[in-house]
């Protein structure tokens, strides 16, 4: 099989451009993944404990302001207040330029698309206004330094961020017969208990998949198991025995924690999801499917479950089985770019200044990506569940959102590099030998050099990979 | 996974029902040229009824007790120092025991001719935590509890309904509409979503997506939509001005209205700025008068014949504290308001249990106690206007609601 760079670098990875060469093979592609980070030392986003930081004085500011209230010293205190909501809006906006400016800048492009794909995977959002931003952090901390080491470290750093703690409510989640639990019936004549959420998408969406070989009682077993995972904006991660069920916790037929409660037992729980067939399956599939179509080559995702499954989970190996086949190279372009890769490879083709994209304030990265972006579908960091963002195709490309992506590449270019290029030259530099003649006519034949620019960006062409 | 599917008796073997898959069945519509509505007319001889069903969710915890002001409870008045209300502080006296927000004034001839109700002290079953994330949740998914369904109750009642197809129902606006998430075709579309094309541009953009069905059906459906919308503005909504001037919501309201004067029978969407921490008297006014507005916007775009078959829900994730906070507004809470209005709707009157505002009648010694489920009205709507059984209302919309006494909300 012959090797396509210009293939590589449009389905695994950011888009061309004229600054970056294609990889020159599979290693090429491969060492990418374990060669220095250059892209995050270069846009820099903060860690989970800066996030926490904070969201703690986002909390201590309200509380004060709160107490102010009535008082002399309120306007004060509200004023601290705001100032310090402004600030988690201009650290959010400088992350989700930081995210974009390494899609559009980096050597190493299939490994910001691998990130992407694991963010989404263990997707976990702040419900509060205090965590509301911090999903960039969480990616930081627990998803980017592992994506390409062992799937079970991946998943257990994934479970035990505090965010994901706290998206799927596990750090209410309360053991029915646990000191606390007893305690709490006690002084305030209340039943607290379990809660499943985080249980229930452990087996669902991160390990097994929706038709995986598991049951309610699972669901509920795994529940009691993670009672006592906990955070605190002050720690971070916690685990606290107190809030555990006592016993032992049977999942999938395995027993688990017959001692008294410790982490160990649910590290090992979720060791053994991680390895289970049935996760191989579903993250091998998942892979194909986020890569190359939406209705993969069963051949090449019984290939990567294989490599999975026989790796015991170690994801180099399984990208490498993933582009290694040669269904993975079909030429005809497949899957449609998700609005965040879809403006990021806008940047990455036009090379568009990193300063100044990272200079711009909030309001400018507002109304040029993020408002936009809502309106293709995609509001940034909050999929509308923990399935994270649609792989199909047809899910992006609706009407409305169609129309918000051909009314940002009508305009937007503009904005972004100040002048434009010559469209001619530019569908050549962003489309290589995938652009056609038909193509080719269309971005010559428009009336004006936005309109010929705004057109090869809006052409399925483009927007496929 | 409690999921609450018509075609699928064995809910745990069920699919998982996407949360995107109305967009992906909207698509598949534009992407078969010779099914759309737009480009082809179909004979609508199926569809499910006349009535017409608009749901509006006011995201953020609407006031009830600033909205619709209990003026005649004892305890009213002390618990709302800065923020009374009653007829000697503006309000609009509706019964006399409640009063009306003057940020509704506008619906105060809706409400004398009885086609504007409200209902009080009602909510969703969602208890305790009172987060917005996973209140919205729950009033869309119409589960009784959270994370119950990733699909919402407006599209499991399209399931059911005789008739339905993606142009029955519209999302309208940027905000993610949940409750029309769900395996039931829907449309979807924003005003502001316009796509403005010049015609050379128009004409390369067509030839360029040919080969690519996906691209090319939602491309013409764009610029058919956005002609649509368009037209709106031709006075044929009876108020001045062009679409272009009037603010975002009522173009919402516009084209709403719009499209349930033709096929449409369903149309839902968001009014938000309802999380009155701060400062409510002014910023809770603000959000009354969008929402009068898009009522009023609705009425005037359907005509008197259509609007006397619709009825305009009006619903929020829940209410909020009774007591009014330090800083001049309200928290988070329990039991809240709905309001109804629209021809179809036994309007002039204040529906549901008033609990009492004494201490001992508050949930959690805070919030106003919900003595009625937001799900069973909206139920006893759908049964009375477009014949929905209760059996499939308990079953399917509205997994496991009580549906033992009719409100009478809807006009016989």
Same mark, same amino acid.
């Given at each position: 099989?012959?090797?396509?760079?210009?293939?590589?670098?449009?389905?695994?990875?950011?888009?061309?451009?004229? =600054?970056?060469?294609?990889?020159?093979?599979?290693?090429?592609?491969?060492?990418?993944?374990?060669?220095?980070?250059?892209?995050?030392?270069?846009?820099?986003?903060?860690?989970?404990?800066?996030?926490?930081?904070?969201?703690?004085?986002?909390?201590?500011?309200?509380?004060?302001?709160?107490?102010?209230?009535?008082?002399?010293?309120?306007?004060?205190?509200?004023?601290?207040?705001?100032?310090?909501?402004?600030?988690?809006?201009?650290?959010?906006?400088?992350?989700?330029?930081?995210?974009?400016?390494?899609?559009?800048?980096?050597?190493?492009?299939?490994?910001?698309?691998?990130?992407?794909?694991?963010? !989404?995977?263990?997707?976990?959002?702040?419900?509060?206004?205090?965590?509301?931003?911090?999903?960039?952090?969480?990616?930081?901390?627990?998803?980017?330094?592992?994506?390409?080491?062992?799937?079970?470290?991946?998943?257990?750093?994934?479970?035990?961020?505090?965010?994901?703690?706290?998206?799927?409510?596990?750090?209410?989640?309360?053991?029915?017969?646990?000191?606390?639990?007893?305690?709490?019936?006690?002084?305030?004549?209340?039943?607290?208990?379990? /809660?499943?959420?985080?249980?229930?998408?452990?087996?669902?969406?991160?390990?097994?998949?929706?038709?995986?070989?598991?049951?309610?009682?699972?669901?509920?077993?795994?529940?009691?198991?993670?009672?006592?995972?906990?955070?605190?904006?002050?720690?971070?991660?916690?685990?606290?025995?107190?809030?555990?069920?006592?016993?032992?916790?049977?999942?999938?037929?395995?027993?688990?924690?017959?001692?008294?409660?410790?982490?160990?037992?649910?590290?090992?729980?979720?060791?053994?999801?991680?390895?289970?067939?049935?996760?191989?399956?579903?993250?091998?599939?998942?892979?194909?499917?986020?890569?190359?179509?939406?209705?993969?080559?069963?051949?090449?995702?019984?290939?990567?479950?294989?490599?999975?499954?026989?790796?015991?989970?170690?994801?180099?190996?399984?990208?490498?089985?993933?582009?290694?086949?040669?269904?993975?190279?079909?030429?005809?372009?497949?899957?449609?770019?998700?609005?965040?890769?879809?403006?990021?490879?806008?940047?990455?083709?036009?090379?568009?200044?990193? =300063?100044?994209?990272?200079?711009? /304030?909030?309001?400018?990265?507002?109304?040029?990506?993020?408002?936009?972006?809502?309106?293709?579908?995609?509001?940034?960091?909050?999929?509308?569940?923990?399935?994270?963002?649609?792989?199909? !195709?047809?899910?992006?490309?609706?009407?409305?959102?169609?129309?918000?992506?051909?009314?940002?590449?009508?305009?937007?270019?503009?904005?972004?590099?100040?002048?434009?290029?010559?469209?001619?030259?530019?569908?050549?530099?962003?489309?290589?030998?995938?652009?056609?003649?038909?193509?080719?006519?269309?971005?010559?034949?428009?009336?004006?050099?936005?309109?010929?620019?705004?057109?090869?960006?809006?052409?399925?062409?483009?927007?496929?990979? | 996974?409690?999921?609450?599917?018509?075609?699928?008796?064995?809910?745990?073997?069920?699919?998982?029902?996407?949360?995107?898959?109305?967009?992906?069945?909207?698509?598949?519509?534009?992407?078969?040229? #010779?099914?759309?509505?737009?480009?082809?007319?179909?004979?609508?001889?199926?569809?499910?009824?006349?009535?017409?069903?608009?749901?509006?969710?006011?995201?953020?915890?609407?006031?009830?007790?600033?909205?619709?002001?209990? $003026?005649?409870?004892?305890?009213?008045?002390?618990?709302?120092?800065?923020?009374?209300?009653?007829?000697?502080?503006?309000?609009?006296?509706?019964?006399?025991?409640?009063?009306?927000?003057?940020?509704? #004034?506008?619906?105060?001839?809706?409400?004398?001719?009885?086609?504007?109700?409200?209902?009080?002290? *009602?909510?969703?079953? $969602?208890?305790?935590?009172?987060?917005?994330?996973?209140?919205?949740? *729950?009033?869309?998914?119409?589960?009784?509890?959270?994370?119950?369904?990733?699909?919402?109750?407006?599209?499991?009642?399209?399931?059911?309904?005789?008739?339905?197809?993606?142009?029955?129902?519209?999302?309208?606006?940027?905000?993610?509409?949940?409750?029309?998430?769900?395996?039931?075709?829907?449309?979807?579309?924003?005003?502001?979503?316009?796509? #403005?094309?010049?015609?050379?541009?128009?004409?390369?953009?067509?030839?360029?997506?040919?080969?690519?069905?996906?691209?090319?059906?939602?491309?013409?459906?764009?610029?058919?939509?956005?002609?649509?919308?368009?037209?709106?503005?031709?006075?044929?909504?009876?108020?001045?001005?062009?679409?272009?001037?009037?603010?975002?919501?009522?173009?919402?309201?516009? $084209?709403?209205?719009?499209?349930?004067?033709?096929?449409?029978?369903?149309?839902?969407?968001?009014?938000?700025?309802?999380?009155?921490?701060?400062?409510? #008297?002014?910023?809770?006014?603000?959000?009354?008068?969008?929402?009068?507005?898009?009522?009023?916007?609705?009425?005037?775009?359907?005509?008197?014949?259509?609007?006397?078959?619709?009825?305009?829900?009006? *619903?929020?994730?829940?209410?909020?504290?009774?007591?009014?906070?330090?800083?001049?507004?309200?928290?988070?809470?329990?039991?809240?308001?709905?309001?109804?209005?629209?021809?179809? *709707?036994?309007?002039?009157?204040?529906?549901?249990?008033?609990?009492?505002?004494?201490?001992?009648?508050?949930?959690?010694?805070?919030?106003?106690?919900?003595?009625?489920?937001?799900?069973? $009205?909206?139920?006893?709507?759908?049964?009375?206007?477009?014949?929905?059984?209760?059996?499939?209302?308990?079953?399917?919309?509205?997994?496991?609601?009580?549906?033992?006494?009719?409100?009478?909300?809807?006009?016989?």
């Amino acid at each position: 099989m012959q090797f396509d760079g210009e293939l590589a670098e449009i389905r695994f990875g950011c888009g061309l451009s004229a =600054r970056h060469r294609p990889p020159s093979g599979l290693e090429d592609m491969l060492a990418g993944l374990t060669a220095a980070d250059t892209a995050a030392q270069d846009w820099p986003i903060a860690g989970f404990d800066v996030a926490l930081k904070e969201a703690r004085t986002y909390v201590l500011a309200r509380r004060a302001q709160q107490k102010a209230a009535g008082t002399d010293a309120f306007e004060a205190q509200n004023s601290a207040l705001k100032a310090q909501r402004g600030r988690l809006l201009d650290l959010r906006a400088s992350w989700f330029q930081a995210r974009l400016l390494r899609c559009a800048t980096t050597d190493t492009p299939f490994r910001e698309r691998l990130t992407l794909f694991w963010a !989404d995977h263990f997707t976990a959002q702040g419900k509060v206004p205090a965590l509301r931003y911090s999903a960039s952090p969480y990616v930081e901390t627990s998803l980017r330094p592992r994506i390409s080491g062992r799937f079970e470290d991946l998943l257990i750093a994934a479970v035990t961020a505090p965010l994901m703690l706290h998206y799927l409510d596990q750090h209410r989640s309360t053991g029915p017969n646990s000191p606390r639990a007893n305690r709490v019936a006690k002084r305030r004549g209340q039943d607290i208990g379990l /809660n499943e959420n985080l249980a229930r998408e452990v087996l669902e969406l991160h390990t097994l998949g929706v038709d995986g070989p598991y049951d309610q009682t699972d669901v509920r077993q795994l529940a009691e198991l993670f009672t006592g995972l906990g955070y605190s904006m002050r720690e971070g991660f916690t685990f606290r025995p107190g809030w555990a069920e006592p016993g032992p916790e049977t999942v999938l037929g395995q027993t688990y924690g017959a001692g008294s409660p410790e982490l160990d037992a649910v590290l090992d729980a979720l060791r053994d999801l991680a390895r289970h067939p049935a996760t191989a399956q579903h993250i091998a599939r998942k892979l194909a499917v986020h890569f190359v179509s939406d209705t993969p080559d069963t051949q090449l995702v019984a290939h990567v479950a294989a490599r999975f499954a026989k790796t015991g989970g170690d994801l180099r190996q399984v990208y490498a089985a993933l582009i290694e086949h040669p269904a993975a190279w079909h030429p005809e372009l497949a899957n449609v770019k998700p609005p965040f890769a879809y403006l990021a490879s806008v940047c990455r083709a036009f090379d568009a200044e990193g =300063r100044a994209v990272a200079a711009l /304030n909030r309001l400018d990265t507002n109304r040029l990506f993020l408002r936009p972006m809502q309106a293709m579908g995609q509001r940034w960091e909050f999929a509308a569940g923990p399935d994270g963002w649609e792989e199909a !195709d047809a899910a992006w490309i609706t009407p409305q959102a169609l129309a918000a992506r051909i009314r940002w590449c009508m305009d937007a270019p503009q904005n972004l590099l100040g002048t434009l290029p010559d469209p001619g030259q530019a569908a050549q530099v962003a489309l290589g030998q995938q652009l056609d003649g038909r193509l080719r006519f269309v971005v010559s034949a428009a009336e004006t050099r936005r309109e010929g620019v705004g057109l090869l960006l809006a052409s399925p062409t483009f927007q496929r990979r | 996974m409690p999921v609450f599917p018509k075609a699928t008796p064995n809910a745990t073997a069920a699919p998982r029902v996407n949360r995107r898959r109305f967009l992906v069945d909207g698509a598949a519509l534009g992407c078969c040229l #010779a099914a759309s509505p737009l480009l082809t007319p179909v004979s609508f001889a199926a569809t499910p009824s006349d009535a017409r069903l608009v749901v509006i969710i006011l995201r953020g915890g609407m006031d009830a007790l600033d909205v619709i002001q209990p $003026y005649g409870d004892p305890a009213y008045a002390a618990l709302r120092p800065g923020l009374a209300g009653g007829p000697d502080h503006g309000g609009l006296d509706l019964d006399g025991y409640f009063a009306l927000h003057p940020g509704l #004034a506008g619906l105060m001839p809706m409400w004398h001719a009885d086609q504007l109700a409200f209902v009080q002290a *009602v909510s969703t079953p $969602y208890r305790n935590k009172r987060s917005h994330f996973d209140g919205q949740d *729950v009033l869309e998914a119409g589960t009784p509890g959270v994370h119950q369904s990733r699909d919402g109750w407006l599209n499991r009642l399209l399931q059911i309904l005789p008739g339905s197809e993606a142009r029955t129902a519209f999302a309208i606006g940027q905000e993610d509409m949940k409750l029309l998430h769900g395996a039931a075709a829907v449309s979807q579309w924003s005003p502001d979503a316009a796509l #403005a094309l010049s015609p050379q541009a128009e004409r390369l953009a067509a030839l360029m997506t040919e080969g690519d069905p996906l691209f090319h059906g939602a491309l013409a459906e764009a610029l058919e939509l956005t002609r649509d919308a368009s037209s709106v503005s031709g006075g044929q909504t009876g108020q001045s001005g062009g679409a272009g001037r009037r603010p975002p919501h009522q173009r919402i309201a516009d $084209y709403a209205a719009q499209q349930l004067r033709g096929d449409s029978r369903i149309a839902a969407f968001s009014i938000n700025g309802w999380d009155t921490h701060n400062r409510q #008297a002014r910023t809770l006014t603000r959000s009354l008068g969008r929402l009068a507005d898009s009522v009023l916007a609705l009425q005037a775009g359907l005509g008197p014949s259509i609007w006397d078959k619709t009825t305009v829900i009006a *619903v929020t994730e829940f209410g909020r504290t009774v007591r009014e906070n330090g800083t001049g507004g309200t928290d988070h809470g329990t039991g809240g308001a709905m309001m109804l209005a629209g021809g179809a *709707v036994r309007g002039g009157r204040v529906f549901g249990q008033w609990p009492g505002l004494a201490e001992a009648d508050l949930l959690d010694r805070r919030d106003l106690m919900p003595t009625g489920d937001v799900r069973s $009205y909206m139920g006893w709507a759908l049964h009375a206007t477009m014949g929905v059984s209760l059996a499939d209302l308990r079953d399917h919309v509205f997994p496991a609601v009580e549906l033992d006494s009719n409100p009478g909300i809807i006009r016989e």
